[in-house]
């Protein structure tokens, strides 16, 4: 995997420097051609020619002095690179790329490079929770850029928490990941439906529920990331899609449903997280109502079961849905992925602790059409979307782009 890979390892100044010694020797060994450049803190730690003996490259450490023979410019670097790694990266670097400073050669190839980068975050327990410094990781990460969380553990200033350079195996582990993710995703497209739907009474006023549209933007955002062409259909939500990800705004089921089955065909995996409101009213009043007798009826009917369809005119595509569920999750979800004909489907009991609607977590079951059940405790929506399309990408390559004779 990683034989040829051209991976440029930007090295900050910071005692686990030390340990990207060791990291660039594994990467190395592994066939890699490693590029390493260095900030000027960097070297207060260890010289350029450690770098440069180990990964048989020149070292670039100065803006102005790049060697001849890179075309003399930081964007050859930048372009070269097939992955870019920063380990170990510091308060100051992760600030200074999130806020879009590029003042010197690092930073400026960072700047420049189309490549995935990746961070390996190492400092004090207090800086890593200081608030700037957490805002400054979350817009990387919206911008897709990839992290390596820290140790707990005791740091080289004496103090104990969350902040040390992880071990290396677990680096080069998740690199792997990053990388042979992109492999198994790059090119492949993928639809997402996400948040809730509105569905009218009057001109001011409409039946919805609590979808914040997170656990979709999540899915769509890992999915973006790892090179897949994504498109979301989203209901009314207060968040933003990242660079990169086809967005179509949508207000109703009706508008949702029309959506999909404009474009379905495209796409080899469609995910349904979406929170569709079941019943609309029958006619939309064009007026306010008023408010005249002490009762109210509404008239409703129902919407279109927008995965329902898509089951009937399933051809070669892998369809994964949600189900939220406030009692027997199990058995209902079992049910739903029959009935709907879903590949796979997510359960979440919504009235779990952390789980459901709104928050930034979620406590979900996985069911494939083999029965096969994965339970994920109370986790991110984030970390809970890369197990989701980790197992909807193995299902789609065993049904659909590698099934079995
Ligand atoms: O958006 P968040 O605040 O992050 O919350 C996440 C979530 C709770 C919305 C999400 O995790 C979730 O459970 N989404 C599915 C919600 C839902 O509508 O479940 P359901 O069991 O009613 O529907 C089953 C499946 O059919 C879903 O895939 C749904 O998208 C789909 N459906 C439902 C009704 C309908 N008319 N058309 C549909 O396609």
Redesign the pocket.
Same mark, same amino acid.
């Given at each position: 995997m990683f034989k040829n890979l051209n991976i440029v390892v930007g090295v900050t100044g910071g005692i686990a420097v030390f340990k990207a010694v060791s990291l660039v020797s594994e990467l190395v060994k592994k066939g890699a051609n490693v590029y390493v450049i260095m900030t000027k803190n960097a070297q207060e730690f260890v010289t350029p020619l450690t770098f440069k003996s180990i990964s048989n490259n020149d070292v670039v450490v100065d803006m102005f002095e790049s060697p001849d023979n890179w075309d003399n410019k930081h964007i050859s670097l930048a372009q070269k690179a097939d992955i870019m790694i920063i380990a170990p990266a510091t308060f100051n670097i992760i600030g200074k790329v999130a806020t879009g400073i590029a003042d010197d050669f690092l930073t400026t190839t960072i700047a420049a490079t189309k490549s995935k980068v990746v961070f390996v975050p190492a400092m004090n327990d207090n800086m890593y929770e200081n608030k700037i410094f957490i805002r400054n990781t979350n817009i990387l990460k919206k911008n897709s850029y990839y992290f390596i969380d820290p140790e707990i553990g005791r740091m080289a200033c004496g103090t104990f928490g969350k902040g040390r350079y992880p071990k290396n195996e677990k680096i080069i582990q998740k690199l792997t990941e990053i990388i042979s993710y992109n492999e198994r995703f790059k090119g492949l497209n993928i639809l997402i439906?996400? !948040?809730?739907t509105k569905e009218y009474i009057d001109p001011v006023r409409y039946i919805s529920?609590? #979808? #914040? !549209?997170? $656990? !979709?933007? #999540?899915i769509a955002n890992i999915a973006n990331r790892c090179g897949a062409n994504v498109k979301l259909i989203s209901g009314p +939500?207060n968040i933003n899609a990242e660079v990169g990800i086809e967005l179509v705004n949508v207000i109703s089921?009706n508008d $949702?449903?029309s959506e999909v089955f404009k474009s379905y065909k495209n796409f080899d995996i469609i995910i $349904? +997280?979406?929170?569709?409101?079941?019943y609309k009213m029958e006619n939309i009043s064009n007026i306010k109502i008023k408010k005249e007798n002490e009762k109210m009826t509404l008239n409703l009917i129902?919407?279109?079961?927008? #995965?329902?369809?898509?089951g009937s005119s399933k051809d070669k595509f892998l369809l994964?849905?949600?189900?939220?569920?406030t009692n027997n999750l199990i058995e %209902?979800a079992k049910l &739903?992925l029959k009935k709907?004909k879903?590949d796979m489907?997510?359960a %979440?009991d919504?009235t779990k602790e952390g789980? !459901?609607?709104?928050?930034d977590t979620?406590v979900?079951t996985i069911i494939d059409c083999y029965d096969n059940l994965y339970n994920i405790e109370k986790s991110s &929506?984030e970390y809970i979307a890369e197990k989701i399309l980790n197992n909807a990408i193995t299902l789609y390559d065993k049904l659909y782009r590698n099934p079995r004779k």
């Open positions: 439906t996400a !948040g809730p529920n609590r #979808s #914040s !549209g997170k $656990m !979709g933007y #999540s +939500v089921a $949702m449903n $349904m +997280v979406a929170a569709v409101v079941d129902k919407n279109p079961d927008i #995965s329902m369809n898509l994964v849905g949600f189900c939220a569920e %209902n &739903k709907k879903f489907i997510v %979440n919504v789980a !459901g609607f709104e928050g979620n979900v &929506k």
